[in-house]
């Protein structure tokens, strides 16, 4: 096997909705990326964490992309200003598939993971074919529950998380009700 036959592509796709580029993480987005997971507000995906960690989190969004053939995209304004990080993710330790979202503290507010969540559910129901999605939420995301309702998603129970404890589900509306 020649060295150019001996490696893995791992093939992100850039979606582009009316305001913002979903593109894959790169080392440029740390910073924003680090500032996020550091901060109290990351309580709700298990944080704060240390800048070690969180470089080896925005790697491992890559590698979910890899194991999985989806994930979820580094969201950025015209100017490639990291907003947040939305899309698709499972894990062995998660009920099922689920859209995601976390926004950094200065683009709360703006419609970014509405926007950007919205794109990442068409992209499972017509790129992926997925015909169900769900959203988990902790008791007090207030935001979260919001933004949840306001994509059409439904409470549809609960599940204990080891270390984040109990998240609602939200399960969003079929392909064909979303349409």
Not at 57 to 69: P, R, T
Not at 88 to 95: A, E, K, S
């Amino acid at each position: 096997m020649s060295p150019a036959e001996d490696h893995t592509l791992i093939r992100i796709p850039t979606l582009r909705t009316e305001r913002f580029v979903m593109r894959a993480p790169r080392m440029s987005d740390l910073d924003a990326y680090a500032a996020f997971r550091g901060s109290e507000r990351s309580k709700g995906v298990g944080g704060p964490y240390n800048r070690e960690q969180s470089h080896d989190n925005l790697c491992g969004i890559i590698g979910h992309w890899h194991l999985e053939g989806y994930g979820r995209w580094m969201v950025t304004d015209t100017d490639d200003t990291p907003l947040g990080v939305v899309g698709l993710m499972n894990t062995p330790f998660w009920p099922e598939p689920e859209i995601a979202w976390s926004v950094f503290g200065d683009a709360e507010g703006k419609g970014v993971a509405f926007e950007a969540a919205q794109a990442a559910r068409t992209y499972a129901y017509d790129v992926l074919g997925w015909t169900t999605a769900i959203g988990c939420v902790l008791a007090d995301n207030t935001r979260s529950h919001a933004l949840a309702t306001r994509m059409g998603a439904a409470r549809d129970g609960s599940f204990t998380h080891e270390e984040l404890g109990e998240l609602f589900i939200y399960r969003h509306p079929s392909p064909e009700a979303a349409a």
